[in-house]
C-alpha cells in the first residue's frame, strides 16, 4: 500500500514537472497581440525615460514568456540598439545604427504587466535603465 502510494505521488509530480511549474512563465509567441503591444509600450517608456536624443528600438527578440498573474506578465529577452532617429522627430522608418559604437547595442530583460480589464499596463523590470 505504501508502495502505491509513493508510485502515485511521483507520477504526479513528474507530470506536473514536465508541463512546468503551475503559475510560472511559460514560452509565448512574439505574434501575438498582447506580447506585441507590450513590447511596443515597454520600448515607448524606454525611450520616454531615456536621456539619449537618438530612439533606441529592439534589434532582436531573444526570448518571450507570459505569465497568469492577476493579468498577463509578459517577460522579453531582447537585445535593444540606438537608431540614427533623433527623439522627436519622424520615428517610424528608424534603422539601428550601422557602426557598432554608435548603436550601442544591450542586451535587455523587460517585464510588462498587463491587466486589460482595467485598462492598466506597467512596466515592473527593465534591466535596459
Not at 512563465?25 to 520616454?48: H, I, K, T, W
Not at 557598432?100 to 482595467?118: E, F, R
Request: aromatic share 6%; proline share 3%; hydrophobic share 45%.
Amino acid at each position: 500500500m505504501y508502495l502505491k502510494m509513493i508510485v502515485a505521488s511521483l507520477a504526479v509530480m513528474s507530470a506536473v514537472a514536465s508541463a512546468g511549474l503551475v503559475g510560472g512563465p511559460v514560452d509565448a509567441d512574439m505574434n501575438e497581440e498582447g506580447a506585441q503591444n507590450a513590447l511596443q509600450f515597454a520600448m515607448a517608456q524606454y525611450n520616454r525615460q531615456s536621456n539619449d536624443m537618438y530612439v533606441s528600438q529592439v534589434s532582436e527578440v531573444v526570448k518571450v514568456q507570459k505569465q497568469v498573474v492577476s493579468g498577463l506578465k509578459y517577460i522579453f529577452t531582447v537585445i535593444v540598439a540606438r537608431t540614427s532617429c533623433r527623439k522627436g522627430g519622424d520615428e517610424t522608418l528608424c534603422a539601428v545604427h550601422e557602426n557598432p559604437a554608435g548603436a550601442d547595442v544591450t542586451p535587455c530583460t523587460i517585464a510588462v504587466w498587463s491587466q486589460p480589464w482595467l485598462k492598466s499596463i506597467k512596466v515592473v523590470e527593465n534591466t535596459c535603465m
